[in-house]
Structures are given as C-alpha cells and as structure tokens.
C-alpha cells in the first residue's frame, strides 16, 4: 500500500505534534456561584486577583453585582471584572456578555473626571489605571435602547434574545463600515416599533452618539478569540474568570423560567470566551453559609419568619444592582450537590458564616422529599420544585462572635462542625471560610 511520507508516526511525530502535545498553554482558573448568586464571588476574585495577570468576565451584563471591600473601601461592580482593583492585572470583557453598559464605559472611561460612573468611582477610591488595563471583545451583542426593558429593567434579556434571533448587532459591525451599520440599526428600531407600536427612537440622535462612541471605544476593543489564546499560550500567567448570577440562574440547567439569559455554569466560560475546555484549571464555587434569592421562583429552604428576617438584617441582603431584598433561608445541600454535577467544582468558598453567630439552632437542608418519598435528583420542573418537603440536619448555634477569626483553630467547634459537615455532603474541599466583608475575612484553609 502508498503511505504518504506526511503521515505522522506515533514512534516518530512531527513537530507540531510534539507542540501540541508539550503546549497546552496556562490553566484558566475559575469562580462561580454555586446557588442563585449574591454569594460573595466578588470576595474571592479579589483575593485571586492580587496574582493574576488577566482577569475576565464571560457572561451577564450589568444585570448582576459584585461587592469587595478593601482597606475598609467598599467598591461595586455591575459590569467592570471585580480583579480591575489590581492595578497589575489586564481586564478583559468576554463576548457572550451583554453590552448594556459597554458604551457607557466608552464614555465614562473618557470623561471620568466629568461623570459619576462605576470606573470613575473606582478611579476616584483607589486606582489610576492606563487606557489598556481594560479591554472588551468585539463579538459582544450590544445593547441599544429599543432594548431596555426586563426584569431588571437592564435590557439584558432582550438584548440576548436579539441576539438569538440574528438581528442583534455587534461591536465588531460597529467597528466596520457605519453606513451598513446605521441601515441595520434603522431597520431593528422598525422591527421593534411594528411589535411596540408607541416606541418612540431618535434614531439620527442616536447614530449620531453611536458614531461618536465608535472612534472613543475603538482603542479599547479585541478580536476575543485571540485575545485569549495570546493569554494562554503567552508567558506563563495566571488567568482568572469570574462568572456573574449563578449555577441555579442559568439559562439551560437553572430553575427555569426565574433564570438569566445566559449560560453561568462552566460552559459558559468556554463560549463567552472562546478557550477550549482543556484549559479550564480549578473551578471554585461560591456559596454562602445559607442561602439567598432574589425576585420570584421556588425556595425550598426559604424562612418565611424570624430567622429568615434575622439572616436578611444581619447579612445586609439586599441586591447590589437592583436593590431588592433578598429572600433567605437555610443552606439548601440539594442544590450545592446539583451546581457541583454541572461545575465540577474542585474547592467552594462558604461565606457570611459569621451571619449564623447568633442562631440557637441552624439547620441545613440535605434532601427533598414528594409524598413522602426522597427525590433523587434536583427537580426540573418549577411546580415540582415547589411542592418538596426539605429533609433538614439540625445543628446547636455556636452563639460566638466569628468575625475576628483568621485561622481555622479560631473558629469554635460547632462552627467547625458545621462546615465539616458540609464539606462531607456535598463531596468538595471548603477551600476558604468568610466571616466578614473585607479580604481579610476570608479564612484559607489550605
């Protein structure tokens, strides 16, 4: 038989099979929410952010916030990745986030002594950053004003559900020929005015400042893809993603339809970056030491009576973004274990423990039941969900302050038993203890 003197050999392979095999490129490490989101994400991306050179947002939009406190300064961040107070790392803003708020941070970035925003007030609190500290991707789906409405009244579903229908435009478009682009943004405005028929668009206004917007944001914009891939298979560096909402708020595998628009597990990291899942390193998920939600949808472990009034007061649940309270109740395992099936989580961060301190009795929600019967599986369907009795462990309080604790052996034995306990069910090493809201709250445990 012919063989092609091309054809690599396993006992002989050719050079780029010897680059592929010795080249996989840095390990991206990873953190995200382990049940409806507002666990403290933004905590521990600003602990890994101190060593990181590259720091991403991969999904969301401005819809979602993360809170970090540092040298007793309080910092919120709607859209901005939380690592951008590190004055030493590249923040990047991945595709498959919504640009709800990417023209807006054109604008700001540029008069940022001129208008309060989100940069300029973190500008103002701590860093002076360079115009290439913060770079976003040209494949991100923008948002224009035909799309501001939704449940957080941030236009970020319609803009994702724009997107889906093919008739979403792109930093990329904008970025191209704007004749072509202004007859696009014409013919969406007269797609949304024939299903809202009392829309009112400025539309030359609103090119007008689209154009402006154009050559100041330009500078700023990245193909993402190569973004990326410069970044993993660059120097040896650590890359650090952080993911917005929650594993029980995406799109395809959360307690649909109360979800976001876009995918918050593991494989969104993927997609909304464009990095292959070989380079997917640790994945940490975030969740509090009870658990919190906003807005409507099944709760199992919800306490609708003192103890969840006293866990809303005591942990400040109140949304960044939106500020609504947040619905609270006990630690749900069920849904910890679930986020774990998709995520893989190789460690989880438990925060606000300090919040149980004063509790005589805690209890943690380890199954559900129907009928009597243990449900096996996390249920898909809402009105099931919302039917479960919870199977609970109950715990004796520890009744002691937490909150100065920095090591292990400073936290009191019940408390300990309690994340031990934890730790067993759901199968996952507990890699950081949080008592507090500043970094130096989080206690490392190895």
Not at 98 to 125: D, G, H, M, P
Not at 171 to 194: G, H, P, W
Request: charged fraction near 25%.
């Amino acid at each position: 038989r012919f063989v092609s003197n091309h054809t690599p050999s396993l006992l002989n392979p050719s050079a780029a099979v010897k680059r592929a095999r010795n080249d996989s490129g840095n390990k991206v490490s990873v953190v995200l929410g382990a049940q409806w989101g507002d666990e403290g994400k933004g905590k521990v991306v600003d602990l890994l952010a101190t060593e990181s050179a590259v720091v991403c947002r991969c999904q969301g939009g401005n819809n979602a916030g993360h809170t970090v406190v540092v040298d007793e300064k309080e910092y919120d961040f709607h859209l901005l990745p939380s690592g951008i107070i590190n004055t030493k790392c590249t923040s990047f803003i991945g595709e498959k986030q919504s640009l709800a708020v990417q023209f807006r941070i054109a604008r700001n970035k540029l008069k940022i002594y001129r208008k309060k925003s989100e940069l300029r007030e973190i500008n103002s609190k701590f860093i002076e950053k360079s115009q290439n500290a913060l770079f976003f991707g040209s494949f991100i789906t923008m948002f224009m004003l035909v799309h501001s409405i939704g449940t957080t009244k941030k236009g970020i579903g319609p803009t994702y559900a724009c997107k889906a229908s093919r008739t979403g435009l792109r930093i990329c478009d904008l970025m191209a020929d704007f004749s072509e682009f202004s007859t696009r943004v014409k013919n969406l405005v007269l797609q949304y005015q024939s299903m809202y028929p009392a829309l009112k668009v400025d539309v030359e206004s609103e090119l007008k400042k689209l154009k402006d917007y154009a050559e100041r944001i330009r500078p700023l914009v990245r193909d993402g893809v190569y973004f990326m891939y410069d970044a993993i298979h660059g120097l040896p560096k650590k890359i650090l993603v952080e993911g917005a909402n929650a594993a029980l708020l995406d799109i395809d595998f959360g307690t649909y339809p109360f979800v976001t628009s876009s995918n918050c597990t593991v494989g969104g990291v993927c997609t909304g970056l464009g990095i292959p899942p070989a380079n997917i390193g640790d994945v940490y998920g975030v969740s509090k030491a009870y658990t919190t939600r906003v807005g409507i949808g099944a709760f199992p472990t919800e306490q609708l009576n003192a103890v969840g009034e006293l866990l809303q007061t005591r942990g400040h649940e109140v949304g960044v973004t939106t500020g609504r309270k947040r619905r609270c109740g006990w630690l749900d395992l069920v849904i910890l274990k679930y986020a774990h099936m998709i995520n893989g989580f190789t460690a989880i961060a438990l925060t606000k423990l300090d919040i149980l301190d004063v509790l005589d009795e805690i209890k943690v929600g380890v199954a559900y039941k129907i009928n009597g019967k243990r449900v096996p599986y996390f249920p898909a369907n809402m009105e099931v969900l919302q039917k479960v009795e919870v199977e609970y462990e109950t715990f004796s309080g520890w009744k002691t302050d937490t909150s100065a604790a920095r090591k292990w052996s400073d936290l009191p034995p019940k408390a300990q038993n309690y994340i031990r306990f934890v730790e067993n069910r759901i199968g996952v090493p507990i890699k950081w203890v949080g008592v507090g809201k500043s970094r130096e709250c989080m206690i490392q445990m190895f």
